[in-house]
């Protein structure tokens, strides 16, 4: 009989948002006369912008034409795309050459994917509190794991020691679940570090779009970090693109492992693995790059940031700790009176019909903290910064 992957037993359940899920559910049947304020979400609310919705249209447009019709596209992506990409990065002071961008249907797919590169006797570091899918997916490829924790006292952004030993380093930044961005000199440290050890930081970028304040949107952007470093970006949370699917991955020439090419490893990977990203939605994600297409979820973005806003006001007159908020979407904060997450959870929904995500969810050391994500509607975050405030104040 054939022998399945046993690494799927020691997966824990994924009893997060399934829990939240639940517990809302039990509300609304006990109160149906009340209703929700939902800041717990992780997924974006506003409409895709229109230079994207012109070019995915006219997408659709070619493939009706026996002049315009494009069949499978290059595995690695579409030219057009990938000089879109680069060009974009040039803007930011990176050089890069369009063939080190790859295009992907997404972060996540990426970011489990990858781990086809490494041996599953490497072991993976992941800095916590952190985005689930960095633990499970390498269950999943049964490897080691190394949980680092952060805390308040280090801002949510740990720096490398060396008694640590690690090949694959996860880093978030902008930090899904904190909202904490490494400075320059932080995320020079982890370079460092990656260089010293031949390890290979996997840099989770799906967040640069909402840093606002002088602090690095690309991994690229420091010191030999082209010799170490992947970066996983996507238009998810930049461009409403949760539902349409759309991310791209760069893996520099440079970065080599025993003389050997991790670009042309994945290169090799993607020729066996995919047939590519669909032309329309390629044709929807190059308007992103274009000087219309930025001006417009900038503008999305700036909504979802005016939610941040109100959120931090609230706290900040509550004098309740958070970080977060200012460079990304998310807002982590102490519980109140050292109630645990689930506790306040539980206080939240039950007291002012405000959900949010349980720390706690996102590694042990989240315990006690508080996620409020700002891509709810701006009418139910300021009721519910209101609430928050007549609860706590
Ligand atoms: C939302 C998110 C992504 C984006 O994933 P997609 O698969 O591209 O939608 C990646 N990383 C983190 C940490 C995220 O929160």
Redesign the pocket.
């Known amino acids: 009989m054939i022998k399945l992957n046993t690494n799927y037993a020691n997966l824990k359940d994924s009893y997060l948002f399934y829990n939240i899920a639940q517990k809302t559910k039990a509300y609304l049947e006990a109160h149906p006369d009340k209703r929700l304020y939902r800041m717990g979400i992780?997924d974006v609310s506003l409409p895709l912008c229109d230079a994207v919705i012109k070019a995915l249209n006219e997408g659709v447009s070619d493939q009706a034409k026996k002049e315009s019709f494009h069949g499978y596209m290059p595995e690695c992506g579409a030219p057009f795309l990938r000089e879109a990409i680069r060009d974009y990065y040039f803007q930011k002071g990176i050089e890069l050459d369009a063939d080190e961008v790859f295009v992907s249907s997404?972060?996540?797919?990426e970011?489990g994917d990858i781990l086809d590169l490494f041996d599953k006797t490497s072991t993976a570091l992941v800095i916590e509190p952190a985005?689930p899918?960095y633990v499970d997916a390498n269950i999943i490829a049964g490897r080691n794991i190394v949980h680092l924790s952060s805390g308040k006292e280090n801002g949510f952004l740990p720096l490398p020691d060396d008694s640590i030993d690690a090949d694959l380093i996860y880093i978030?930044s902008p930090n899904?679940p904190t909202g904490a961005v490494f400075s320059k000199d932080k995320l020079q440290k982890w370079v460092d570090y990656a260089n010293s050890k031949g390890a290979v930081i996997l840099f989770?970028a799906?967040?640069e779009a909402f840093i606002e304040e002088d602090l690095p949107h690309s991994i690229f952007e420091l010191e030999g970090a082209k010799n170490c470093a992947i970066e996983?970006c996507?238009?998810?949370?930049t461009a409403g693109?949760?539902g349409t699917?759309l991310?791209y991955t760069i893996i520099p020439f440079d970065l080599k492992r025993g003389g050997i090419s991790l670009h042309d490893m994945w290169v090799r990977n993607r020729t066996t693995k995919t047939n590519g990203v669909s032309y329309i939605i390629q044709k929807g994600a190059a308007a992103v790059f274009t000087e219309e297409g930025q001006k417009q979820i900038h503008e999305n973005i700036a909504i979802y940031k005016n939610n941040a806003k109100v959120l931090m006001q609230a706290l900040d007159k509550l004098k309740i700790w958070y970080c977060g908020g200012k460079n990304a979407p998310y807002i982590w904060m102490k519980c109140p009176n050292g109630m645990g997450s689930w506790e306040f959870f539980d206080y939240l929904l039950n007291e002012i019909q405000v959900v949010g995500t349980p720390g706690e969810g996102f590694g042990a050391c989240g315990e006690g903290y508080f996620r409020f994500s700002t891509f709810g509607s701006p009418e139910d975050t300021k009721e519910a910064a209101k609430r928050l405030c007549e609860l706590l104040g």
Do not use: E
Not at 106 to 109: E, F, T, W
Not at 234 to 237: E, I, M
């Open positions: 992780g997404g972060a996540s797919d970011l985005y899918a978030c899904n989770d799906a967040y996983i996507s238009l998810s949370k693109f949760t699917r991310g």
